[in-house]
């Protein structure tokens, strides 16, 4: 009888990334998209086609294509379909609850608040469990070589497959196969290059340029600093507000006017502030590790206070998630390239 092991995605943590960012942008797109054009249905009479069957064929869209399609490069696409697809599933949730199918349900806001958190909790819990074994090293640098008849390696891979296979066990034949392999493929000629591994390689040139510098990690660090000092302020300033109501006795009033959104946008900017600071004094240490607590700060960011914003006024919401994504997409790009870093030195 076969011993079935669940073999983890070394690369899992960006997939889950892609995955949350994209729902809660679908979320924040359709709502806004609903207040602009008058709340519009689909159907007429009878008949009302609501968003949710769209994110549930999305949801399958993306079940399909991972089943289907061994490709590495079409993950984080599938990733982003299934995310699109849960954000307009979830968006709808507040007719589901409520016996008059409410969309304007008012809870529904804290609801999608609450799954999102959660499954942010299961994806760090997930995340930070990543003594992965030696025979997941080797099957993730098989996963790469599954794109090897579609074109030649670019050098990051090659760099990131011998890595896993370092990680390997040495004694197996198909680790020492597979080395051989890796090791004697081209890497893509430069007239090979598509547009984004052109602007890729363009992008990590320019990092690397300026990584030499003496100055960049302080003005790295600078920016984060006056980032986490403004959302600090402002989480200290909500805090003082909700302690001065408790002691004035009118705390119930406070709350019944405001809910409890200052109490948890005042979580977040604390949150967000601390770990930025953490960051800060980490990056003479090590800047992957630096890279990461502003990383998790960001995050906190967008699955906190940008969804609050949301709830108070949509348009401001959309563009700092923007920003905060954008912020994101920069940040886990180069924690990839110093891990990398550390695996040619590892691998050397």
Known sequence: MKNYRFIRFIEFGELFEFFFLFAILTILGIRIYLKLTGFPQIGSGPFH?????????????????FMTFLNNDLKRYWAILGGVGFGTFIDEIGKFITRDNNYFFQPTFAIIYVIFVLLYLLYKSIEHNQNFTKEEYLINSISILEDYELKYFDKEEKDEALYYLQQSDQNNPVTKQLI????????LPPEKLNIYEKIKKKLIAIYNYFIRKSWFLNAVSLFFIVRSIIYLTTGVFLLNNITRQFLDGTIITYLNTRGFLPLFQAFGLTLQAILTIIGAIAITES????????????????????????????FLALFSTTGDLLLLAILTSVIKLEMRKVS????A
């Open 287 to 314: 800047r992957r590790k630096a890279y990461g607590f502003f990383r998790d700060a960001v995050l906190v960011s967008i699955f906190i206070l940008q969804v609050l914003n949301f709830y108070r006024s949509p």
């Open 344 to 347: 040619k030195k590892i691998s």
């Open 180 to 187: 051989k392999i890796f090791s004697e493929s081209g890497s």
């Open 49 to 65: 086609i609501a968003h949710l069957l769209f994110g549930g064929f999305f949801m399958l869209a993306s079940i399909i294509g």
